[in-house]
């Protein structure tokens, strides 16, 4: 790290701390050259995550729509909101750690779906329905045969 007061190239940490809960660490250091002080901070990268959507367009990642389509399948549903939200955490930790730079939205959805399908069955018709784009009652029922012959059978 040059020093920003006289380009030394060497320097030395007085004090290091966390900071921004955390996220990043705050390093004090002095110039093994000129003795001046000064202050630097070391943050992870972020990979930025960008959506290909279906028509072709990109747009960054954005966990409140996911969030929010999950909150919309699951209305007037006993799914508790923190459940929901655990989920989407889940959803994004994937994503991220699949180091992908583009992902589609169909690979969104996809674990959407099964992570949803495993927390409330009408939730997850309901998503599937938008996700799929159901043109008809009859791709509506065959989506809920499909359900019912996974379902096992309750003594």
Do not use: W
Not at 40 to 66: A, Q
């Amino acid at each position: 790290m040059n020093c920003p007061f006289c380009s030394h190239f060497e320097s030395k940490v007085v004090d290091s701390r966390p900071t921004d809960e955390g996220q990043a660490i705050r390093r004090r250091r002095e110039c093994v050259s000129c003795h001046k002080r000064f202050t630097t901070y070391e943050k992870i990268e972020e990979i930025p995550l960008i959506v290909v959507k279906k028509s072709g367009n990109r747009e960054s990642f954005n966990r409140n729509k996911v969030l929010n389509g999950m909150i919309r399948a699951c209305e007037k549903r006993p799914v508790p909101l923190n459940k929901i939200e655990a989920i989407v955490d889940h959803i994004e930790k994937q994503l991220y750690n699949s180091m992908e730079k583009e992902i589609t939205t169909e690979f969104i959805g996809t674990l959407v779906i099964d992570q949803i399908k495993q927390l409330d069955e009408v939730a997850y018709v309901r998503f599937a329905s938008v996700y799929r784009e159901f043109k008809d009652i009859n791709t509506f029922m065959d989506e809920l045969k499909k359900l019912l012959k996974e379902k096992p059978e309750e003594a």
